[in-house]
């Protein structure tokens, strides 16, 4: 089990310079970006819901490794770049940005390279290529797709070209047409409760107004039934959230990110 340490102290103002140096913790008592970390290079840390997630480690070791030696979980250490395998066989390589041991950023990557400490992959998935500087490229990104674009466009083409052609042609059958455009008008759907059979009007009732068959009715009543529900199912939650744990208004809104960050994250959503 990893012993914890106490926080260093504030520094004292420096006389000489007039300046402020890290102190530690902000105002309200959180730790900042250059709070002194209060972790150890090599020892183990089990993290929870109370863990700042803004904790860095020391400047000698400024890489989180997620511990795979022992048989608990998420527990890390701060490490320096050459050590992040030694706990972390498939985290090789010291991510400056983030200050954690990560695997190799490869796109198309089945397996990284973890002989090395850079961005190489060793196998790629299928439907790429390996090249020579350990990056995957897709293999068929060659001639024979921009010729099955080339035809694809062609086709597009045809189709543009005889459908303006119908659009320009004279009428040769003005009758057959006029039939066409009255069986068309006839299979709308209509209120034949009146003498002109007019169209339904778009404000119609269809949870009331049998328009086409009991069918419709009973869909768009269970719509309704699936609305309400959601519509009651939302103001219990809101309840929940306001009167028992405002915590509830942000589960599933924060941001994940770095492993550590994800179990910070997720014993805070277990306990939430």
């Given amino acids: 089990e990893a012993s914890l ?5 504030p520094p004292k103002i420096n006389v000489e310079t007039k300046k402020l140096p890290p102190i530690g913790q902000s105002k309200d008592g959180n730790v900042t970006e250059n ?19 803004r904790e860095r480690c020391p400047a000698e070791c400024p890489y989180y490794v997620q511990n795979r030696n022992d048989e608990d979980f998420c527990t890390f250490t701060c490490v320096a770049a050459e050590d992040c395998a030694k706990y972390h066989p498939k985290t090789q ?24 400490l850079t961005d190489r992959c060793a196998e790629c ?8 500087d350990g990056t995957c490229h897709l293999w068929y990104m060659g001639t024979w ?34 039939e066409g455009h009255d069986q068309r008008d006839r299979m709308k759907l209509r209120d034949y409760s009146t003498s002109e059979a007019k169209l339904f009007p778009l404000g119609t009732n ?3 107004t049998c328009v086409a068959g009991p069918g ?24 929940f959230a306001q009167f028992v744990d405002n915590s509830l208004w942000r589960l599933g809104t ?8 994800n179990c910070i994250l997720v014993a805070w959503g277990y306990e939430t």
């Fill in 125 to 132: 998935d299928a439907g790429y290529v390996m090249k020579a």
């Fill in 254 to 261: 924060r941001r994940f990110g770095t492993p550590r960050n």
């Fill in 216 to 239: 419709m009715l009973l869909h768009f009543n269970f719509q309704l039934a699936v609305i309400i529900w959601a519509v009651f199912v939302a103001l219990v939650w809101m309840c």
């Fill in 93 to 116: 390589i010291g991510d400056d940005e983030f200050g954690v041991c990560r695997a190799c950023i490869v796109d198309g990557c089945k397996t990284c390279d973890n002989t090395v």
């Fill in 35 to 53: 709070t002194p970390s209060r972790l150890v290079c090599g020892q183990t840390e089990k993290v929870s819901s109370s863990t700042d997630k």
């Fill in 145 to 178: 797709v921009y010729v099955v674009l080339g035809l694809l466009g062609v086709l597009v083409l045809l189709i543009v070209l005889w459908i303006v052609d119908m659009g320009i042609r004279p009428v040769w059958n003005p009758k057959g047409l006029e």
């Fill in 5 to 9: 340490i106490r926080w260093q102290k």
């Fill in 206 to 208: 269809l949870h009331k």
